[in-house]
């Protein structure tokens, strides 16, 4: 449960309002991830990075906006965002991509 | 493009009846197949996988099978409790770019009824 940590759980924030929301993990993996998660829709993979290298970018908006300092922790900027961005934003790590990815418990984003 | 469906979307079962889910994938070079539950308020959380060279793994009350040549998975759990009820997500990796991914199912709502 404590493997992969976010923050906050919750935000709300105005379609002019910048944000970020942030990921660590404490497994020593070397990938980290960036999904969203609507209703009735599968997991979308938004970024990956490995070894702090963005490997890859799923085609999102660039009000999405990742940043990844080190291997153990990843950050998503959040500007100018829609209400239909809102959803819950997972984070998740590997050891290698994509092998057994662990979650973190999300962070339940409303756009207003 | 790449594409991982899975069957049924709900699934009702009286305590102690065994819950079986489906899932089916599009990429033939996929290796590595996992299955997450994600709780209410929580993130998926990973409780059995299996790769292309086994058919099938077991772990306590829950198993997973895999044809290769069919191109579909599923996931097997027996003796039901009422703590299994969750969102069961299937998963297939996919090799494509500079990044080798999973490509996650819509997921199955799991009720077991005490």
């Known amino acids: 449960e404590t493997g992969v940590t976010q923050t906050p759980r919750h935000l709300v924030m105005g379609m002019t309002n910048k944000k970020s929301l942030k990921c660590e993990q404490h497994?020593?993996?070397?990938?980290m991830y960036w999904y969203k998660q609507s209703a009735k829709k599968p997991l979308e993979l938004m970024f990956v990075y490995n070894f702090k290298e963005q490997t890859e970018n799923n085609s999102v908006p660039s009000r999405f906006s990742p940043e990844c300092p080190n291997s153990s922790h990843l950050f998503l900027h959040l500007h100018t965002l829609q209400p239909e961005d809102s959803a819950l934003y997972l984070c998740?790590?590997?050891?290698?991509?994509?092998?057994?990815?662990?979650f973190g418990p999300g962070t339940r984003l409303t756009v207003t | 493009g790449e594409n991982v469906e899975q069957h049924p979307s709900t699934l009702s079962v009286q305590e102690g009846d065994s819950a079986v889910i489906k899932c089916t994938y599009s990429?033939?070079?996929?290796?590595?197949f996992p299955w997450y539950k994600q709780e209410l308020g929580k993130g998926p959380q990973l409780i059995i996988d299996?790769?292309?060279?086994?058919g099938e793994k077991k772990d306590q009350r829950i198993a997973v099978t895999l044809n290769k040549t069919a191109k579909h998975f599923s996931l097997h759990i027996t003796e039901t409790q009422p703590e299994d009820s969750a969102v069961y997500f299937c998963?297939?990796?996919?090799?494509?770019?500079?990044?080798?991914?999973?490509?996650f199912g819509t997921g199955t709502l799991l009720a077991v009824q005490p």
């Open positions: 299996i790769r292309s060279n086994v």
């Open positions: 998740a790590s590997s050891q290698d991509t994509p092998r057994e990815q662990y």
């Open positions: 990429d033939s070079a996929s290796n590595y």
């Open positions: 998963a297939a990796s996919f090799y494509g770019g500079a990044t080798n991914k999973l490509i």
């Open positions: 497994l020593g993996h070397n990938a």
